[in-house]
């Protein structure tokens, strides 16, 4: 409930974040929930993925969307987490994308966990920020961009685009990108794809 006090001017926000979690409340709050069943052909072992348990929750992502999606020049705010789990040794992650509009930038910051920022230029050139709380990221234009949960918890993170960036999945979903983390020995390792 937004309370308005006319007689000063001074209001309540119509939106909250838990700066510990990450966690949005309040208007124009949107939540989507991926699970194993939503996320055919992203990790390597296809056939694994197949047999797990298709309910799984992989991630949640809560956005705030003040305006409509294709909006010149208003910006979204959104939270992500990742859960802790494998397919087969490829860690928990995000489908990745690039942005519909090829010259939109954006912000991830890490909240908590552990994890890495999987970047891919134009050449295919692929490479791994390491996230964690406190960790900021810049993403350039025209870089497609996926997150990985390398941790033994949750890992959350921030993120602001704008609101005419959109996503487009369909080059990642056809051609992947060149490197994939994949645990070795317990320890991430950016492999070739
Ligand atoms: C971040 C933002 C969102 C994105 C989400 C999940 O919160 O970049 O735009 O939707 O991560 O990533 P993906 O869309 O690749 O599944
Ligand atoms: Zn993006």
Redesign the pocket.
Known sequence: MVKVNWMNGIIEPKVNVEIESGKLSGEKVIEVT?RLKDLENIFSAENIRKEMTQDKIV?E?Q?HLPVAEGTAAGL?F???IIHQGKVGNEYFM????LHKKSDRA?Y?WGIKGEGMLLLMDRDRNTWAEKMYKGSLHYIDADIA???VNIGDGKLIFG?C?LSDAG?N?DEILMNGFSARLIEKDGKPNLVPA
Not at 94 to 97: C, D, L, M, N, V
């Open positions: 991926k991630y992502v956005a979204f959104g939270t992500t995000t489908k990745g994308h954006e991830y961009h996926r997150t993120a685009w996503h999945y």
